[in-house]
Protein backbone atom coordinates (compact mmCIF):
# COMPACT_ATOMS: atom_id res chain seq x y z
CA UNK A 1 0.00 0.00 0.00
CA UNK A 2 0.72 3.44 -0.75
CA UNK A 3 1.77 5.35 2.53
CA UNK A 4 1.37 9.13 3.10
CA UNK A 5 -0.47 11.24 0.12
CA UNK A 6 0.51 11.22 -3.45
CA UNK A 7 -1.61 13.66 -5.78
CA UNK A 8 -2.20 12.29 -9.37
CA UNK A 9 -2.94 13.98 -12.33
CA UNK A 10 -6.21 13.34 -14.79
CA UNK A 11 -6.18 15.60 -18.24
CA UNK A 12 -9.75 16.03 -19.23
CA UNK A 13 -10.41 16.85 -23.40
CA UNK A 14 -10.09 18.69 -25.48
CA UNK A 15 -12.51 15.57 -26.97
CA UNK A 16 -14.60 13.97 -23.93
CA UNK A 17 -17.90 13.18 -23.51
CA UNK A 18 -18.30 15.91 -20.53
CA UNK A 19 -17.48 18.33 -22.83
CA UNK A 20 -19.26 19.61 -26.19
CA UNK A 21 -16.37 21.86 -26.98
CA UNK A 22 -12.65 21.23 -27.25
CA UNK A 23 -11.11 22.37 -24.10
CA UNK A 24 -8.49 20.95 -21.50
CA UNK A 25 -8.32 21.05 -18.07
CA UNK A 26 -5.70 19.06 -15.97
CA UNK A 27 -6.64 18.21 -12.62
CA UNK A 28 -4.60 17.36 -9.77
CA UNK A 29 -6.51 14.88 -7.50
CA UNK A 30 -5.50 13.86 -4.03
CA UNK A 31 -7.58 10.78 -3.64
CA UNK A 32 -11.30 12.66 -4.78
CA UNK A 33 -10.75 15.58 -4.01
CA UNK A 34 -9.50 18.26 -6.36
CA UNK A 35 -6.90 20.15 -5.38
CA UNK A 36 -5.34 22.23 -8.41
CA UNK A 37 -7.25 23.05 -11.78
CA UNK A 38 -5.07 24.02 -14.81
CA UNK A 39 -7.00 25.01 -18.04
CA UNK A 40 -5.53 24.26 -21.52
CA UNK A 41 -7.27 26.60 -24.20
CA UNK A 42 -6.45 26.87 -27.48
CA UNK A 43 -7.54 23.74 -28.58
CA UNK A 44 -10.20 25.63 -30.90
CA UNK A 45 -8.24 28.53 -32.10
CA UNK A 46 -9.41 29.71 -35.39
CA UNK A 47 -7.32 32.66 -36.00
CA UNK A 48 -10.54 34.91 -36.49
CA UNK A 49 -9.07 38.20 -36.10
CA UNK A 50 -5.97 37.17 -38.38
CA UNK A 51 -8.53 36.60 -41.09
CA UNK A 52 -11.02 39.54 -40.13
CA UNK A 53 -7.61 41.89 -40.37
CA UNK A 54 -7.30 41.09 -43.67
CA UNK A 55 -11.05 41.26 -45.18
CA UNK A 56 -13.08 44.33 -46.00
CA UNK A 57 -15.19 45.73 -43.63
CA UNK A 58 -18.59 44.29 -44.83
CA UNK A 59 -17.11 40.69 -45.21
CA UNK A 60 -16.22 40.68 -41.50
CA UNK A 61 -19.99 41.48 -40.67
CA UNK A 62 -20.42 37.23 -41.29
CA UNK A 63 -17.23 35.89 -39.89
CA UNK A 64 -17.59 37.89 -36.53
CA UNK A 65 -21.29 35.83 -36.34
CA UNK A 66 -19.71 32.55 -36.96
CA UNK A 67 -16.81 33.09 -34.18
CA UNK A 68 -19.60 31.29 -32.02
CA UNK A 69 -22.98 29.53 -33.11
CA UNK A 70 -24.44 30.02 -29.42
CA UNK A 71 -24.26 33.56 -28.96
CA UNK A 72 -23.79 34.70 -32.81
CA UNK A 73 -25.83 37.96 -32.52
CA UNK A 74 -23.57 39.50 -29.88
CA UNK A 75 -20.70 39.17 -31.76
CA UNK A 76 -22.07 40.56 -34.95
CA UNK A 77 -23.95 43.14 -33.34
CA UNK A 78 -20.43 44.04 -30.88
CA UNK A 79 -18.50 43.99 -34.14
CA UNK A 80 -21.22 46.56 -35.86
CA UNK A 81 -21.84 48.95 -33.15
CA UNK A 82 -17.80 49.19 -32.67
CA UNK A 83 -17.55 50.04 -36.07
CA UNK A 84 -20.43 52.43 -36.17
CA UNK A 85 -18.69 54.04 -33.33
CA UNK A 86 -15.42 54.32 -35.03
CA UNK A 87 -16.93 56.05 -38.11
CA UNK A 88 -19.71 57.80 -36.64
CA UNK A 89 -22.99 55.67 -38.35
CA UNK A 90 -25.93 56.31 -36.32
CA UNK A 91 -28.34 53.71 -36.52
CA UNK A 92 -31.45 54.30 -36.98
CA UNK A 93 -34.28 54.07 -34.01
CA UNK A 94 -36.26 51.56 -35.41
CA UNK A 95 -33.36 49.07 -35.70
CA UNK A 96 -32.02 49.76 -32.20
CA UNK A 97 -35.43 48.02 -30.95
CA UNK A 98 -34.86 45.04 -33.58
CA UNK A 99 -31.47 44.91 -32.56
CA UNK A 100 -33.01 44.76 -28.43
CA UNK A 101 -35.82 41.88 -29.35
CA UNK A 102 -33.41 39.74 -31.35
CA UNK A 103 -30.43 40.03 -28.51
CA UNK A 104 -33.27 38.93 -25.71
CA UNK A 105 -34.43 36.01 -27.94
CA UNK A 106 -31.43 34.96 -28.10
CA UNK A 107 -30.83 34.96 -24.46
CA UNK A 108 -33.89 33.04 -23.99
CA UNK A 109 -32.75 30.32 -26.46
CA UNK A 110 -28.62 30.92 -24.55
CA UNK A 111 -30.25 30.05 -20.88
CA UNK A 112 -32.66 27.28 -21.68
CA UNK A 113 -30.20 25.63 -23.67
CA UNK A 114 -27.93 25.55 -21.00
CA UNK A 115 -30.21 24.70 -18.46
CA UNK A 116 -30.50 21.61 -20.63
CA UNK A 117 -26.79 21.40 -20.58
CA UNK A 118 -26.49 21.70 -16.61
CA UNK A 119 -29.46 18.98 -16.36
CA UNK A 120 -27.67 16.55 -18.38
CA UNK A 121 -24.39 17.15 -16.56
CA UNK A 122 -25.60 16.12 -13.72
CA UNK A 123 -27.66 12.70 -15.06
CA UNK A 124 -31.05 14.20 -15.79
CA UNK A 125 -31.38 12.89 -19.43
CA UNK A 126 -35.45 13.93 -19.33
CA UNK A 127 -34.97 16.98 -17.85
CA UNK A 128 -32.42 17.93 -20.79
CA UNK A 129 -35.01 16.78 -23.71
CA UNK A 130 -37.73 18.89 -21.89
CA UNK A 131 -35.54 21.93 -21.70
CA UNK A 132 -34.42 21.18 -25.92
CA UNK A 133 -38.29 20.75 -26.55
CA UNK A 134 -39.06 24.07 -25.14
CA UNK A 135 -36.13 25.83 -26.74
CA UNK A 136 -37.49 24.76 -29.84
CA UNK A 137 -40.16 27.24 -30.08
CA UNK A 138 -38.11 30.16 -29.73
CA UNK A 139 -35.94 29.03 -32.40
CA UNK A 140 -39.10 29.09 -34.50
CA UNK A 141 -39.37 32.59 -34.23
CA UNK A 142 -35.66 33.71 -34.63
CA UNK A 143 -35.98 31.43 -38.32
CA UNK A 144 -39.51 33.14 -38.70
CA UNK A 145 -37.61 36.67 -38.33
CA UNK A 146 -34.15 35.97 -39.28
CA UNK A 147 -34.60 33.30 -41.89
CA UNK A 148 -32.26 30.59 -40.52
CA UNK A 149 -32.69 29.14 -37.37
CA UNK A 150 -28.64 29.92 -36.29
CA UNK A 151 -26.17 32.40 -37.69
CA UNK A 152 -28.87 35.25 -38.33
CA UNK A 153 -27.33 37.45 -40.51
CA UNK A 154 -29.73 40.35 -39.53
CA UNK A 155 -27.06 43.06 -38.60
CA UNK A 156 -25.40 45.56 -41.00
CA UNK A 157 -23.53 49.11 -40.23
CA UNK A 158 -26.90 51.28 -39.40
CA UNK A 159 -29.11 49.07 -38.55
CA UNK A 160 -30.46 45.59 -39.54
CA UNK A 161 -31.28 43.87 -42.71
CA UNK A 162 -34.95 42.59 -41.92
CA UNK A 163 -37.88 44.25 -40.36
CA UNK A 164 -40.42 42.50 -37.60
CA UNK A 165 -43.28 43.75 -39.34
CA UNK A 166 -46.93 44.02 -37.98
CA UNK A 167 -48.27 40.59 -38.40
CA UNK A 168 -45.37 39.26 -36.72
CA UNK A 169 -46.62 40.22 -33.42
CA UNK A 170 -49.25 37.50 -32.84
CA UNK A 171 -46.73 35.06 -33.40
CA UNK A 172 -44.22 36.75 -30.82
CA UNK A 173 -46.93 36.52 -28.13
CA UNK A 174 -48.02 33.11 -28.90
CA UNK A 175 -43.80 32.40 -28.10
CA UNK A 176 -43.88 34.80 -25.06
CA UNK A 177 -47.22 33.38 -23.67
CA UNK A 178 -45.88 29.34 -24.06
CA UNK A 179 -42.44 30.69 -22.05
CA UNK A 180 -44.79 32.59 -19.40
CA UNK A 181 -47.23 29.19 -19.15
CA UNK A 182 -44.07 26.70 -18.57
CA UNK A 183 -41.72 29.28 -17.21
CA UNK A 184 -43.76 27.85 -13.09
CA UNK A 185 -42.75 23.94 -14.38
CA UNK A 186 -39.10 25.26 -15.18
CA UNK A 187 -38.52 26.35 -11.68
CA UNK A 188 -40.56 23.66 -10.22
CA UNK A 189 -37.96 21.00 -11.82
CA UNK A 190 -34.33 23.49 -11.25
CA UNK A 191 -35.03 25.03 -8.09
CA UNK A 192 -37.25 22.65 -5.98
CA UNK A 193 -36.27 19.02 -7.21
CA UNK A 194 -34.59 17.86 -4.14
CA UNK A 195 -31.96 15.58 -6.11
CA UNK A 196 -31.24 18.70 -8.35
CA UNK A 197 -31.19 20.98 -5.25
CA UNK A 198 -28.78 18.42 -3.45
CA UNK A 199 -26.16 18.56 -6.83
CA UNK A 200 -25.81 22.13 -7.16
CA UNK A 201 -26.47 23.90 -3.17
CA UNK A 202 -23.23 24.43 -2.23
CA UNK A 203 -20.97 23.26 -4.75
CA UNK A 204 -18.38 25.09 -7.30
CA UNK A 205 -18.96 28.65 -4.30
CA UNK A 206 -17.21 31.35 -5.78
CA UNK A 207 -17.45 34.10 -2.95
CA UNK A 208 -18.68 37.79 -3.89
CA UNK A 209 -14.94 38.80 -3.09
CA UNK A 210 -13.35 36.59 -5.49
CA UNK A 211 -15.88 36.99 -8.08
CA UNK A 212 -14.75 40.82 -7.73
CA UNK A 213 -11.10 40.18 -7.61
CA UNK A 214 -11.28 37.73 -10.66
CA UNK A 215 -13.30 40.11 -13.13
CA UNK A 216 -16.16 37.58 -13.25
CA UNK A 217 -19.02 38.53 -15.73
CA UNK A 218 -22.55 38.08 -16.57
CA UNK A 219 -25.05 35.63 -14.59
CA UNK A 220 -21.72 33.79 -12.84
CA UNK A 221 -21.05 36.98 -10.27
CA UNK A 222 -24.72 38.15 -10.56
CA UNK A 223 -24.79 34.58 -8.61
CA UNK A 224 -22.75 35.68 -5.90
CA UNK A 225 -24.47 39.14 -5.77
CA UNK A 226 -22.21 41.41 -7.98
CA UNK A 227 -24.54 43.79 -9.18
CA UNK A 228 -22.62 43.96 -12.73
CA UNK A 229 -25.20 44.34 -15.76
CA UNK A 230 -23.82 46.26 -18.97
CA UNK A 231 -27.71 46.55 -20.07
CA UNK A 232 -28.03 48.61 -17.09
CA UNK A 233 -24.59 50.47 -16.47
CA UNK A 234 -23.82 51.83 -19.99
CA UNK A 235 -27.15 51.00 -21.47
CA UNK A 236 -27.30 50.48 -25.31
CA UNK A 237 -29.77 50.32 -28.45
CA UNK A 238 -33.09 50.30 -26.74
CA UNK A 239 -32.37 49.67 -23.20
CA UNK A 240 -32.51 53.05 -22.03
CA UNK A 241 -36.18 53.57 -22.67
CA UNK A 242 -36.46 50.36 -21.00
CA UNK A 243 -37.37 49.33 -17.40
CA UNK A 244 -34.98 46.67 -16.01
CA UNK A 245 -33.39 45.14 -13.07
CA UNK A 246 -30.02 43.74 -11.68
CA UNK A 247 -30.98 39.92 -11.32
CA UNK A 248 -29.26 38.74 -8.31
CA UNK A 249 -30.62 36.30 -6.04
CA UNK A 250 -31.37 37.88 -2.99
CA UNK A 251 -34.12 40.04 -4.79
CA UNK A 252 -36.40 36.75 -5.28
CA UNK A 253 -35.27 35.94 -1.30
CA UNK A 254 -32.16 33.39 -1.63
CA UNK A 255 -28.84 34.02 -0.42
CA UNK A 256 -26.29 35.51 -2.71
CA UNK A 257 -24.11 32.23 -2.16
CA UNK A 258 -22.48 32.16 -5.92
CA UNK A 259 -22.97 28.42 -5.93
CA UNK A 260 -24.30 26.57 -8.91
CA UNK A 261 -28.12 27.05 -7.66
CA UNK A 262 -27.59 30.70 -7.13
CA UNK A 263 -25.88 30.66 -11.07
CA UNK A 264 -29.45 28.80 -12.19
CA UNK A 265 -31.51 30.72 -10.68
CA UNK A 266 -30.25 34.03 -12.05
CA UNK A 267 -30.44 32.17 -15.54
CA UNK A 268 -34.15 31.23 -14.87
CA UNK A 269 -35.33 34.30 -13.71
CA UNK A 270 -33.30 36.09 -16.81
CA UNK A 271 -35.63 34.37 -19.12
CA UNK A 272 -38.78 36.00 -17.56
CA UNK A 273 -37.27 39.98 -17.43
CA UNK A 274 -36.13 38.99 -21.07
CA UNK A 275 -39.52 37.72 -21.90
CA UNK A 276 -40.75 41.50 -20.14
CA UNK A 277 -38.14 43.64 -21.84
CA UNK A 278 -39.44 41.65 -25.50
CA UNK A 279 -42.75 43.02 -24.46
CA UNK A 280 -41.78 46.37 -23.54
CA UNK A 281 -40.15 46.89 -26.88
CA UNK A 282 -42.79 45.33 -29.06
CA UNK A 283 -45.26 48.12 -27.33
CA UNK A 284 -42.84 51.06 -27.91
CA UNK A 285 -41.50 50.33 -31.03
CA UNK A 286 -41.35 53.48 -33.37
CA UNK A 287 -42.01 53.34 -37.15
CA UNK A 288 -39.51 54.47 -39.77
CA UNK A 289 -36.47 52.72 -41.54
CA UNK A 290 -34.93 49.71 -40.74
CA UNK A 291 -31.19 51.10 -41.69
CA UNK A 292 -29.60 54.57 -41.76
CA UNK A 293 -27.36 53.01 -44.50
CA UNK A 294 -29.21 51.13 -47.10
CA UNK A 295 -26.22 51.61 -50.24
CA UNK A 296 -24.05 49.09 -49.44
CA UNK A 297 -21.75 49.98 -52.49
CA UNK A 298 -21.28 53.62 -51.26
CA UNK A 299 -20.49 52.38 -48.30
CA UNK A 300 -17.91 49.94 -48.46
CA UNK A 301 -16.75 53.24 -50.84
CA UNK A 302 -16.65 55.23 -47.98
CA UNK A 303 -15.01 52.52 -45.33
CA UNK A 304 -12.20 52.00 -47.64
CA UNK A 305 -10.30 55.60 -46.76
CA UNK A 306 -12.32 56.14 -43.40
CA UNK A 307 -10.12 56.30 -40.11
CA UNK A 308 -11.27 56.05 -37.06
CA UNK A 309 -11.39 53.13 -33.68
CA UNK A 310 -14.71 51.95 -32.04
CA UNK A 311 -15.77 50.44 -29.25
CA UNK A 312 -18.60 47.95 -29.18
CA UNK A 313 -19.94 46.45 -25.79
CA UNK A 314 -23.20 44.48 -24.86
CA UNK A 315 -24.45 41.72 -21.88
CA UNK A 316 -23.67 38.64 -23.99
CA UNK A 317 -25.88 35.85 -22.06
CA UNK A 318 -22.25 35.20 -20.57
CA UNK A 319 -22.01 38.27 -19.39
CA UNK A 320 -20.24 41.39 -20.53
CA UNK A 321 -18.18 40.56 -23.70
CA UNK A 322 -16.28 43.68 -26.17
CA UNK A 323 -15.08 44.24 -29.41
CA UNK A 324 -12.32 46.88 -30.63
CA UNK A 325 -12.10 47.54 -34.20
CA UNK A 326 -9.73 50.11 -35.99
CA UNK A 327 -9.52 51.74 -39.16
CA UNK A 328 -7.12 53.52 -41.18
CA UNK A 329 -6.98 56.06 -44.39
CA UNK A 330 -4.21 53.55 -45.99
CA UNK A 331 -5.63 50.22 -45.36
CA UNK A 332 -8.85 49.19 -47.13
CA UNK A 333 -9.13 46.26 -44.58
CA UNK A 334 -10.32 46.42 -41.03
CA UNK A 335 -6.78 47.75 -39.52
CA UNK A 336 -7.47 45.61 -35.77
CA UNK A 337 -10.21 43.86 -34.54
CA UNK A 338 -10.18 42.63 -31.02
CA UNK A 339 -12.21 40.39 -29.27
CA UNK A 340 -13.06 40.05 -25.34
CA UNK A 341 -15.46 37.45 -25.19
CA UNK A 342 -16.95 37.00 -21.74
CA UNK A 343 -15.70 33.42 -21.34
CA UNK A 344 -12.47 34.27 -21.19
CA UNK A 345 -12.93 36.47 -17.98
CA UNK A 346 -14.84 33.59 -16.41
CA UNK A 347 -12.56 30.97 -17.00
CA UNK A 348 -10.21 32.43 -14.18
CA UNK A 349 -13.09 31.71 -11.65
CA UNK A 350 -12.80 28.09 -12.66
CA UNK A 351 -10.15 27.58 -9.94
CA UNK A 352 -11.70 28.50 -6.58
CA UNK A 353 -14.99 27.06 -7.84
CA UNK A 354 -13.27 23.66 -8.36
CA UNK A 355 -11.20 23.73 -5.52
CA UNK A 356 -11.81 21.01 -2.67
CA UNK A 357 -14.48 19.58 -5.01
CA UNK A 358 -14.76 16.35 -6.05
CA UNK A 359 -14.47 14.71 -9.70
CA UNK A 360 -17.87 14.13 -10.06
CA UNK A 361 -18.72 17.40 -10.35
CA UNK A 362 -16.47 18.34 -12.26
CA UNK A 363 -19.19 18.70 -15.30
CA UNK A 364 -21.47 20.49 -13.51
CA UNK A 365 -19.21 23.04 -12.09
CA UNK A 366 -17.49 23.09 -15.45
CA UNK A 367 -21.05 24.04 -17.31
CA UNK A 368 -22.01 26.49 -14.37
CA UNK A 369 -20.13 29.43 -16.20
CA UNK A 370 -21.79 28.43 -19.06
CA UNK A 371 -18.24 28.19 -21.15
CA UNK A 372 -18.33 29.38 -24.96
CA UNK A 373 -15.21 28.08 -25.95
CA UNK A 374 -15.75 28.93 -29.69
CA UNK A 375 -15.80 32.92 -28.45
CA UNK A 376 -12.93 32.43 -26.15
CA UNK A 377 -10.01 30.85 -27.88
CA UNK A 378 -7.55 33.73 -30.06
CA UNK A 379 -4.64 34.55 -29.38
CA UNK A 380 -1.86 35.66 -31.17
CA UNK A 381 1.72 36.99 -30.39
CA UNK A 382 2.33 40.20 -32.35
CA UNK A 383 5.97 41.83 -32.14
CA UNK A 384 5.19 45.62 -31.58
CA UNK A 385 8.31 47.02 -32.65
CA UNK A 386 8.67 44.87 -35.98
CA UNK A 387 4.77 44.32 -36.58
CA UNK A 388 5.67 40.68 -37.34
CA UNK A 389 3.20 37.93 -36.12
CA UNK A 390 4.45 34.88 -34.88
CA UNK A 391 2.76 31.71 -33.39
CA UNK A 392 4.22 29.19 -30.46
CA UNK A 393 3.80 25.82 -30.64
CA UNK A 394 2.96 23.90 -27.33
CA UNK A 395 7.48 22.98 -27.14
CA UNK A 396 8.37 26.18 -27.75
CA UNK A 397 6.29 27.96 -24.98
CA UNK A 398 7.32 24.98 -22.85
CA UNK A 399 10.76 26.00 -23.47
CA UNK A 400 9.72 29.92 -22.83
CA UNK A 401 8.43 29.09 -19.83
CA UNK A 402 11.20 26.95 -18.68
CA UNK A 403 13.43 29.81 -19.16
CA UNK A 404 11.59 32.26 -17.71
CA UNK A 405 11.82 30.06 -14.40
CA UNK A 406 15.58 29.26 -15.05
CA UNK A 407 16.03 33.25 -15.08
CA UNK A 408 14.22 33.92 -12.16
CA UNK A 409 15.69 31.60 -9.91
CA UNK A 410 19.12 33.02 -11.17
CA UNK A 411 18.16 36.52 -10.18
CA UNK A 412 17.26 35.09 -6.49
CA UNK A 413 20.24 33.34 -6.11
CA UNK A 414 21.86 37.02 -6.59
CA UNK B 1 -18.05 -11.58 -39.79
CA UNK B 2 -21.04 -10.51 -41.95
CA UNK B 3 -22.83 -7.24 -41.24
CA UNK B 4 -26.60 -8.24 -40.46
CA UNK B 5 -29.72 -6.50 -41.28
CA UNK B 6 -30.00 -4.97 -37.46
CA UNK B 7 -26.48 -3.44 -37.52
CA UNK B 8 -28.08 -0.39 -40.16
CA UNK B 9 -30.73 0.78 -37.85
CA UNK B 10 -28.75 1.41 -35.21
CA UNK B 11 -26.17 3.46 -35.95
CA UNK B 12 -24.19 4.93 -33.26
CA UNK B 13 -22.52 8.06 -33.72
CA UNK B 14 -19.65 9.96 -32.13
CA UNK B 15 -19.04 13.57 -32.31
CA UNK B 16 -15.61 15.09 -33.15
CA UNK B 17 -15.31 19.00 -32.91
CA UNK B 18 -12.09 20.82 -34.04
CA UNK B 19 -12.74 24.74 -34.44
CA UNK B 20 -16.52 24.49 -35.22
CA UNK B 21 -18.83 27.72 -34.23
CA UNK B 22 -20.99 25.38 -31.75
CA UNK B 23 -23.62 26.24 -34.28
CA UNK B 24 -23.80 22.46 -36.00
CA UNK B 25 -23.17 21.46 -32.53
CA UNK B 26 -26.19 22.03 -31.30
CA UNK B 27 -28.03 21.23 -34.28
CA UNK B 28 -26.80 17.79 -33.65
CA UNK B 29 -28.23 18.31 -30.14
CA UNK B 30 -31.40 19.45 -31.69
CA UNK B 31 -31.41 16.62 -33.70
CA UNK B 32 -31.53 14.18 -30.65
CA UNK B 33 -33.85 15.43 -28.61
CA UNK B 34 -37.83 15.72 -28.96
CA UNK B 35 -38.47 17.79 -32.14
CA UNK B 36 -36.45 15.65 -34.46
CA UNK B 37 -35.67 12.68 -32.21
CA UNK B 38 -33.19 10.67 -34.57
CA UNK B 39 -33.04 8.39 -31.37
CA UNK B 40 -36.51 6.73 -32.75
CA UNK B 41 -34.57 5.22 -35.74
CA UNK B 42 -32.09 3.69 -33.22
CA UNK B 43 -29.33 6.66 -33.75
CA UNK B 44 -27.30 7.19 -30.36
CA UNK B 45 -25.01 9.38 -29.21
CA UNK B 46 -22.21 7.44 -27.98
CA UNK B 47 -19.06 8.70 -25.70
CA UNK B 48 -16.31 7.24 -27.53
CA UNK B 49 -14.83 6.48 -30.78
CA UNK B 50 -14.27 2.97 -30.02
CA UNK B 51 -18.52 2.40 -29.96
CA UNK B 52 -19.02 4.24 -32.74
CA UNK B 53 -20.40 2.81 -36.43
CA UNK B 54 -20.18 6.90 -37.48
CA UNK B 55 -18.10 10.00 -36.63
CA UNK B 56 -20.19 12.96 -36.76
CA UNK B 57 -17.21 15.66 -37.80
CA UNK B 58 -17.90 19.16 -36.99
CA UNK B 59 -15.58 22.68 -37.67
CA UNK B 60 -12.34 23.09 -40.20
CA UNK B 61 -9.56 21.10 -38.80
CA UNK B 62 -7.09 23.12 -36.78
CA UNK B 63 -3.87 22.56 -35.96
CA UNK B 64 -3.57 21.69 -32.08
CA UNK B 65 -6.19 18.98 -32.62
CA UNK B 66 -5.42 17.74 -35.85
CA UNK B 67 -3.47 14.80 -34.55
CA UNK B 68 -6.15 13.96 -32.30
CA UNK B 69 -8.70 14.14 -34.62
CA UNK B 70 -6.88 11.67 -36.67
CA UNK B 71 -6.56 9.24 -33.74
CA UNK B 72 -9.96 9.52 -33.48
CA UNK B 73 -10.32 8.03 -36.82
CA UNK B 74 -8.38 5.53 -36.40
CA UNK B 75 -9.87 4.57 -32.90
CA UNK B 76 -13.34 3.84 -34.59
CA UNK B 77 -13.74 0.25 -35.74
CA UNK B 78 -14.79 -0.84 -39.65
CA UNK B 79 -16.62 -0.22 -40.88
CA UNK B 80 -17.21 3.42 -40.58
CA UNK B 81 -18.81 6.37 -42.05
CA UNK B 82 -17.60 10.01 -41.31
CA UNK B 83 -20.82 12.53 -41.75
CA UNK B 84 -19.01 15.88 -42.96
CA UNK B 85 -21.06 18.72 -40.79
CA UNK B 86 -21.40 21.90 -42.34
CA UNK B 87 -19.74 23.92 -44.93
CA UNK B 88 -16.92 24.79 -42.68
CA UNK B 89 -15.98 21.13 -42.33
CA UNK B 90 -16.38 20.36 -46.13
CA UNK B 91 -14.50 23.32 -47.62
CA UNK B 92 -13.78 24.75 -44.49
CA UNK B 93 -16.14 28.01 -45.91
CA UNK B 94 -15.67 31.39 -43.91
CA UNK B 95 -12.42 30.22 -42.52
CA UNK B 96 -9.95 31.03 -45.12
CA UNK B 97 -6.34 32.57 -44.99
CA UNK B 98 -5.91 31.62 -41.72
CA UNK B 99 -2.41 30.12 -39.92
CA UNK B 100 -4.26 27.93 -37.82
CA UNK B 101 -6.36 25.85 -39.88
CA UNK B 102 -5.19 22.71 -41.74
CA UNK B 103 -8.57 21.39 -43.15
CA UNK B 104 -11.32 20.88 -44.35
CA UNK B 105 -11.12 17.35 -43.12
CA UNK B 106 -11.38 15.32 -46.68
CA UNK B 107 -7.52 16.15 -47.47
CA UNK B 108 -6.46 14.81 -44.07
CA UNK B 109 -8.12 11.15 -43.74
CA UNK B 110 -6.86 7.96 -45.84
CA UNK B 111 -8.35 7.75 -49.41
CA UNK B 112 -10.74 4.66 -48.28
CA UNK B 113 -12.59 6.82 -46.36
CA UNK B 114 -16.00 6.63 -46.65
CA UNK B 115 -17.32 10.97 -46.47
CA UNK B 116 -21.03 11.94 -46.45
CA UNK B 117 -21.42 15.69 -46.75
CA UNK B 118 -24.08 17.57 -45.41
CA UNK B 119 -24.17 21.39 -45.93
CA UNK B 120 -25.50 24.43 -44.47
CA UNK B 121 -23.94 26.61 -42.20
CA UNK B 122 -25.04 25.52 -40.13
CA UNK B 123 -26.91 22.53 -41.11
CA UNK B 124 -30.49 21.89 -40.53
CA UNK B 125 -31.60 19.12 -38.70
CA UNK B 126 -33.68 17.90 -41.09
CA UNK B 127 -30.48 17.88 -43.54
CA UNK B 128 -28.92 15.62 -40.72
CA UNK B 129 -31.37 12.81 -40.52
CA UNK B 130 -31.01 12.89 -44.46
CA UNK B 131 -26.96 12.26 -43.82
CA UNK B 132 -28.22 9.33 -41.60
CA UNK B 133 -29.99 8.02 -44.50
CA UNK B 134 -27.63 8.38 -46.74
CA UNK B 135 -25.61 6.38 -44.24
CA UNK B 136 -27.59 3.43 -44.37
CA UNK B 137 -27.97 3.36 -47.85
CA UNK B 138 -23.89 3.12 -47.80
CA UNK B 139 -23.93 0.30 -44.46
CA UNK B 140 -26.77 -1.56 -46.27
CA UNK B 141 -24.82 -2.35 -49.85
CA UNK B 142 -22.10 -3.57 -47.42
CA UNK B 143 -24.03 -5.86 -45.66
CA UNK B 144 -23.55 -9.75 -46.58
CA UNK B 145 -19.90 -8.61 -47.28
CA UNK B 146 -16.74 -9.69 -45.34
CA UNK B 147 -15.44 -7.03 -42.83
Known sequence: MVKGKATYEVPIGPIHPALKEPFMVNFKLEGEKIVDADPHPGMNHRGIEFMGMHRNPLKVIPLAERTCGICSIVHQHMYTTALEHAVDIVPTERSRYIRTIMMELERIHSHVLWAGVAAHEIGFDTHMHFTWKIREKVMDLLEAISGNRVNYSMWTFGGVRRDIEEDMHPQIKETLDYYKD????????????????????????????????????????????????????????????????????????????????????????EIIQSIDLIEQCVKKMPEGEITSEPNKAALLNKLKTASGEGIGRLEAPRGEAMHYVRLTEDNEDVDCWKIRASTYNNLATYAPMFMGEQIADIPIIAACIDPCIGCMDRAEIVDIETGVKEEYTKDELHELSVQKTKDLLEGIDR | MKLSKTFDKSLWVFHVNSGSCNACDIEIVSTVTPRYDVERFGIELVGTPRHADVLLFTGPVIKKTKERVLRIYEQTPDPKVVMVIGNCAGTTGVYYDSYAIEGPIDTLLPDDAHLIYVTGCPVRPENIINGVKEAWLYLEKLRGDQV
Open chain 1, 182 to 269: LYDKLEDIFLGDPSIRHRTRDVGILTKKKALELCGVGPTVRGSGVKKDVRIDQPYSAYPDLELDYVIPSRYGYENKGDVFSKTLVRLK
